[in-house]
């Protein structure tokens, strides 16, 4: 298992595993720790690495043409834990579906900088899409 | 405040009397501060953001019971990033039917432990089980 140089980078990794559906990746940015947690939007939460990696296969496996831009960001840290707050921008085939406001924590391990939270809640009322958004 | 816990304590006890005063003595003086509420399109940000939507809060009668439990951290000397499961019990339940995600992180500043951070959301929302018990541990399913 590889860490990451900094949190930053250990996010971008978070964000380009979800976009290319990659399992493995995922696998990677988070801690080899029983006390990761993982809470999906509206879901319930999932605790340890077993669970939580689980959930990323499912959530995954159903990954085509996804675009997440991660903005907003507030960084809260100190030493040797970062927590962002982000705002998800989820795009599908160029449509904008969705946005997740996010609490994300990384650590400092052993290994690097490794995903120890996750924290996503449903924006109840998010901007309407452009209307020229991916259409012809 | 000499430690997350005693900071979390703090909060719950100012959420609880609806005490705004309190519940901004828990929050650190910075403009970094970022507080989003269950439901809420976006988060609030600094101190005068985050103590508006302190006082909306207040402003509503709470009339749900709420159990906190904490269900998760990562702590270091200087911080802590702490997830609380709160069991929600609504108007007319006997028992809990829901529950919801606090993610909170405290730092450790010259004051003391501080709330810098602080991020509440709906959970699974389930009918109560034969037995009248709900059960906050389990397979619910969601999508990202």
Known sequence: ?136 | MNSPEEARAAYYAAFRAADIEAMMRVWAERPDIVCLHPGSPRAHRGVAEVMESWLLVFSRELNIRIEPRLVAGSETDTIACLLTEELVTRPGDLTPTGSIFVSQTYRKLEQGWRLVQHHASHGRRAPPNPAGVFVAEGGGQSTH
Request: a negative charge.
């Open chain 1, 1 to 136: 298992m590889a860490g990451y140089e900094s949190a930053q980078a250990a996010e971008q990794a978070f964000y380009e595993a979800f976009e290319h559906g990659s399992l493995a990746m995922m696998t990677e940015v988070w801690a080899d720790d029983p006390d990761i947690v993982c809470v999906h939007p509206g879901g319930e939460r999932l605790q340890g690495r077993e669970a939580v990696l689980e959930s990323w296969g499912e959530i995954l496996a159903a990954m085509q043409d996804v675009v997440v831009r991660a903005t907003d960001v507030v960084v809260l840290g100190h030493g040797n834990l970062v927590v962002h707050h982000v705002r998800e921008q989820l795009f599908v085939d160029g449509q904008r579906r969705g946005v997740v406001l996010a609490t994300n924590a990384y650590r400092l391990t052993t290994e690097g900088w490794q995903m120890v939270l996750h924290h996503g809640a449903p924006d109840p009322s998010p901007p309407p899409a452009l209307e020229s958004a991916g259409l012809h």
